[in-house]
C-alpha cells in the first residue's frame, strides 16, 4: 500500500510569516509531486509541482523535493489570511500498475491570522 | 470553458437505492478519475479510466462500477447505496496519464446515505 504522510495539523501561523508544509511518500518509484489547494466545501485546485530534487519557485510558494530523503515540502512566504484552506500532498506513479495514478495524502489544515 | 462539470451537487439516498454520478469534460483531456473524499482520510482513489476505452480499480472499488461513455464522460454508479457510502465525490481529468500532467477537479458531488 502506498502511502503519503502530511504533518498533521492543523498548523497556525501569524500574516506575514513562512507557512511549512511537509510531506512524506513510502514509494521510491514515485515520478511527480503535486500541492494541490483546497478551500473549505470547494474542489482542490492545482498550486504547483515539481519533478525534480531540488527546490521551485513560484510567486509566494516554494516546492522543495528530496528524493533520496522521500521528502517533499511546501513553503508559503507573506503568509496572508486567504491562504488559509487545507494543502494536500499529492504523488504521482510512472509505471506499472499505478501509472498515472495520484496518491493524496489527508492534508493539512493551515490558519493564517491577522 | 466550463473545465470538469459534475452533476447532481447534492444527493440524498435511502439505503439500496441506485443512483448514477455524472460526468463531463470539455479539455479534450484523455484520463478520468473518480474519487472519494471523507473527513480525516484525504481523497482515496474509487476508479480511472486512463483512456476512452479503458477503465481499472482504484484504491476504494467495492460497491461502485463506472462506465467511461466516450472521450468527454465518465460516469460513476452506486447500484446499491449503502450509509459507508456517505462521501463528497471528486470527478478530475488530465491530459494524459503519465507523471507530467496534473488533476483539473470538477465541483464535487456531496452524497448522503440514510
Known amino acids: 500500500q502506498k502511502e503519503v504522510e502530511q504533518n498533521s495539523g492543523p498548523l497556525s501561523v501569524p500574516e506575514g510569516a513562512i507557512a511549512s508544509l511537509n510531506c512524506t511518500y513510502s514509494?521510491?518509484?514515485?515520478?511527480?509531486f503535486f500541492w494541490y489547494r483546497q478551500y473549505s466545501g470547494k474542489s482542490p485546485e492545482l498550486i504547483m509541482f515539481i519533478y525534480s530534487n531540488g527546490d521551485k519557485e513560484d510567486g509566494r510558494f516554494t516546492a522543495q523535493l528530496n528524493k533520496a530523503s522521500q521528502y517533499v515540502s511546501l513553503l508559503i512566504r507573506d503568509s496572508q489570511p486567504s491562504d488559509s484552506a487545507t494543502y494536500l500532498c499529492?504523488?504521482?506513479?510512472?509505471?506499472?500498475?499505478?501509472?498515472?495514478?495520484?496518491?493524496f495524502g489527508q492534508g493539512t489544515i493551515l490558519t493564517v491570522h491577522p | 470553458n466550463a473545465g470538469v462539470t459534475q452533476t447532481p451537487k447534492f444527493q440524498v439516498l435511502k439505503t439500496g437505492q441506485s443512483m448514477t454520478l455524472q460526468c463531463a469534460q470539455d479539455?479534450?483531456?484523455?484520463?478520468m478519475y473518480w474519487y472519494r473524499q471523507d473527513p480525516g482520510m484525504g481523497l482515496r482513489l474509487i476508479y480511472y479510466?486512463?483512456?476512452?476505452?479503458?477503465?481499472d480499480k482504484g484504491e476504494v472499488p467495492n460497491g461502485y462500477n463506472v462506465s467511461r461513455l466516450n472521450k468527454r464522460e465518465f460516469s460513476l454508479r452506486l447500484e446499491s447505496a449503502a450509509p459507508s457510502q456517505t462521501s463528497v465525490y471528486f470527478c478530475?481529468?488530465?491530459?494524459?496519464?503519465?507523471?507530467?500532467?496534473?488533476?483539473?477537479f470538477g465541483n464535487g458531488t456531496r452524497l448522503t446515505v440514510t
Open positions: 479539455m479534450n483531456h484523455n484520463s
Open positions: 479510466s486512463a483512456s476512452e476505452g479503458t477503465t
Open positions: 499529492a504523488v504521482k506513479d510512472a509505471g506499472g500498475t499505478s501509472y498515472g495514478k495520484l496518491t
Open positions: 478530475a481529468s488530465s491530459e494524459r496519464p503519465g507523471p507530467n500532467s496534473p488533476l483539473h
Open positions: 514509494d521510491r518509484g514515485s515520478q511527480s
